[in-house]
């Protein structure tokens, strides 16, 4: 049974850039969550999808967009992209009626230059 | 909103001695709490989690987990240090009632001493 899969593992891009980070949740998870982990911080909240909708949403601005397809799997989109965001990027997934534990990936590690 | 605090940005603890990791909460309603490990350039591997119950809470390699509501703590314990336990430890919140959203702490770096 596959766990949480993201890619690309990382990802150098320039200040105005457009970037897509991608997501499979674990097998028979329906609910894909999405943090950004700076350097020494713990995971910050972006947004969280089910069936195909923006469920919740943390405190970023919209540059950062995402989508979820009807097979689950999940994108993340930040648009105009600033030496901040560079982070690194969390997808975890879970079932949305068990609204307890999340099973995380190994992330994607962005660097904007 | 719902918070945690790790206030040990660091803890250093000999192998094979018992190890502790902190973590307060601040929460409106009953606190879901959870600890997570992240190993260097690996994600966040769930540990374990205090949904209701009993206050000691069991969870993977050998770790537990105390609730205390008067403290409102919620600290990671070993009894046994293992050098592999070297690692940075996040504690979480649920944030909201039948939400998802996590909210973590700033974590701590637990380096076990051979």
């Known amino acids: 049974d596959a766990g949480v899969t993201q890619s690309p593992t990382h990802l150098i891009k320039t200040r105005g850039q457009q970037v897509t980070l991608r997501c499979s949740p674990k097998?028979?998870?329906?609910?894909v969550s999405w943090y950004q982990q700076a350097l020494g911080q713990g995971p910050q909240f972006i947004f969280q999808y089910y069936e195909e909708e923006e469920r919740q949403r943390g405190n970023f601005p919209d540059r950062f967009s995402g989508h979820q397809f009807p097979n689950y799997s999940s994108e993340l989109n930040v648009n105009a992209l600033l030496l901040g965001d560079s982070a690194l990027y969390l997808c975890a997934s879970s079932l949305l009626w068990r609204t307890d534990t999340q099973y995380f990936g190994p992330g994607t590690r962005l660097t904007v230059l | 909103a719902q918070s945690v605090a790790q206030p040990e940005d660091q803890v250093n603890v000999a192998e094979g001695n018992p190890l502790t990791v902190k973590c307060t909460y601040s929460v409106s309603g009953n606190p879901y709490l959870f600890w997570y490990v992240q190993y260097p350039n690996r994600g966040l591997q769930f540990l374990l989690k205090y949904i209701t119950g009993d206050n000691l809470v069991k969870g993977s390699y050998g770790f537990e987990a105390e609730f205390n509501k008067s403290q409102t703590s919620f600290h990671l314990k070993k009894p046994s240090a293992l050098v592999s336990d070297s690692a940075l430890y996040f504690c979480a919140v649920r944030d909201g009632q039948g939400a998802q959203k996590l909210v973590f702490g700033q974590g701590t770096r637990l380096t076990i001493n051979p």
């Open positions: 097998s028979g998870h329906d609910t």
